[in-house]
């Protein structure tokens, strides 16, 4: 039986977030689906499912968007069609805030903010301590399918390459660097023989 194509599901899919995910996938031994970058998502999921089929290795980033779309949006059916897809288990996932009115929520296990520290309350999308409403409740336009999803580690985070240039790719865009760690060490992909020898090579 073959293996399963492991997935980190992100939840922004703009210029900033594109050029960030591609630049860290590089950096990190990673993959991404680079067509799944757009405001909103431009494919389908079974286009999604085809192109990781096609990822000669694994875990491999793929980028989800709504464009603002405070409902369910393309982005979050995209996402929810590869993340129930019987090939694909999903590691976890980065909720990106945004500031979009109305938008929904989803619980996160923690958040990484700005500084680079790990939180235990929901960030804005400035990677700063979520004031308003549920203490662990993340605000975005693509996040809130993540619920019904059953993602094993939701990590919150700030605007990808952004947070007043904080994660700028500059910089090595190191807030969403350390989440995606974070995630590789829960799923203990980082002990798997296959990553550590792409990360060195």
Same mark, same amino acid.
């Given at each position: 039986?073959?293996?399963?194509?492991?997935?980190?599901?992100?939840? !922004?899919?703009?210029?900033? *977030?594109?050029?960030?995910?591609?630049?860290?996938?590089?950096?990190?031994?990673?993959?991404?689906?680079?067509?799944?970058?757009?405001?909103?998502?431009?494919?389908?999921?079974?286009? %999604?499912?085809?192109?990781?089929?096609?990822?000669?290795?694994?875990?491999?980033?793929?980028?989800? !968007?709504?464009?603002?779309?405070?409902?369910?949006?393309?982005?979050?059916?995209?996402?929810?069609?590869?993340?129930?897809?019987?090939?694909?288990?999903?590691?976890?996932?980065?909720?990106?805030?945004?500031?979009?009115?109305? *938008?929904?929520?989803? $619980?996160?296990?923690?958040? %990484?903010?700005?500084?680079?520290?790990?939180?235990?309350?929901?960030?804005?999308?400035?990677?700063?301590?979520?004031?308003?409403?549920?203490?662990?409740?993340?605000?975005?336009?693509?996040? $809130?399918?993540?619920?019904?999803?059953?993602?094993?580690?939701?990590?919150?985070?700030?605007?990808?390459?952004?947070?007043?240039?904080?994660? $700028?790719?500059?910089?090595?865009?190191?807030?969403?660097?350390?989440?995606?760690?974070?995630?590789?060490?829960? $799923?203990?992909?980082?002990? !798997?023989?296959?990553?550590?020898?792409?990360?060195?090579?």
């Amino acid at each position: 039986m073959p293996e399963k194509i492991r997935v980190i599901l992100i939840t !922004d899919g703009d210029s900033n *977030a594109c050029q960030v995910i591609e630049f860290l996938a590089a950096e990190m031994g990673l993959r991404c689906i680079s067509a799944s970058a757009g405001n909103p998502t431009p494919i389908s999921g079974e286009e %999604i499912i085809a192109l990781l089929k096609q990822t000669p290795n694994n875990p491999v980033l793929v980028m989800f !968007d709504d464009r603002g779309n405070p409902g369910k949006g393309k982005g979050e059916s995209v996402m929810e069609q590869v993340a129930s897809h019987p090939d694909v288990t999903v590691l976890g996932a980065l909720a990106v805030a945004s500031g979009t009115d109305g *938008a929904g929520g989803a $619980s996160v296990d923690f958040s %990484i903010n700005r500084w680079g520290e790990i939180e235990p309350y929901a960030v804005d999308k400035y990677g700063q301590v979520y004031k308003q409403g549920s203490r662990s409740i993340m605000h975005g336009d693509t996040l $809130s399918i993540l619920d019904s999803l059953q993602v094993p580690v939701v990590i919150g985070i700030g605007d990808i390459g952004k947070m007043g240039q904080a994660d $700028s790719v500059v910089y090595g865009a190191p807030i969403t660097r350390k989440a995606i760690t974070e995630i590789l060490k829960r $799923s203990d992909v980082l002990n !798997d023989s296959r990553t550590e020898n792409r990360q060195r090579s």
